[in-house]
């Protein structure tokens, strides 16, 4: 990766950041949280920028200007909420998985 793409990665996640920043703080603390449990489930396509991430930030500032609170538009079961959006992406337990299955399968061939 060069220095270049690096700066323009850090530039993006500031100004995510920002937006963040900008929302009510119900919507902060739920999105802060949505973060955290995507950052530990690790949908694969979470490396790749702020795509998946920058979605939700974007359907949280279209919540909050309709003058909806954060649960009105996530549900009550924020972790559903994130499994629904993550439920057809690889993840880093998937492919930890495939990962078990690969060396247990050659080592049982041999």
Same mark, same amino acid.
């Given at each position: 990766?060069?220095?270049?793409?690096?700066?323009?990665?850090?530039?993006?996640?500031?100004?995510?950041?920002?937006?963040?920043?900008?929302?009510?703080?119900?919507?902060?603390?739920?999105?802060?949280?949505?973060?955290?449990?995507?950052?530990?489930?690790?949908?694969?396509?979470?490396? /790749?920028? &702020? $795509?998946?991430?920058?979605?939700?930030?974007?359907?949280?500032?279209? %919540?909050?200007?309709?003058?909806?609170?954060? =649960? /009105?538009? &996530? $549900?009550?079961?924020?972790?559903?909420?994130?499994?629904?959006?993550? %439920?057809?992406?690889?993840?880093?337990?998937? =492919?930890?998985?495939?990962?078990?299955?690969?060396?247990?399968?050659?080592?049982?061939?041999?």
């Amino acid at each position: 990766m060069s220095i270049k793409k690096i700066i323009e990665g850090k530039k993006e996640w500031r100004a995510h950041v920002s937006r963040v920043k900008s929302l009510p703080q119900d919507y902060q603390i739920v999105y802060k949280e949505i973060q955290k449990y995507l950052f530990k489930v690790g949908p694969v396509e979470l490396n /790749e920028g &702020t $795509g998946l991430l920058s979605e939700i930030l974007s359907f949280f500032e279209e %919540g909050s200007a309709a003058g909806k609170g954060v =649960l /009105e538009v &996530t $549900g009550t079961d924020v972790a559903a909420f994130c499994d629904a959006l993550i %439920g057809n992406s690889k993840t880093y337990a998937d =492919l930890y998985q495939e990962s078990v299955n690969k060396k247990v399968n050659q080592t049982m061939e041999k």
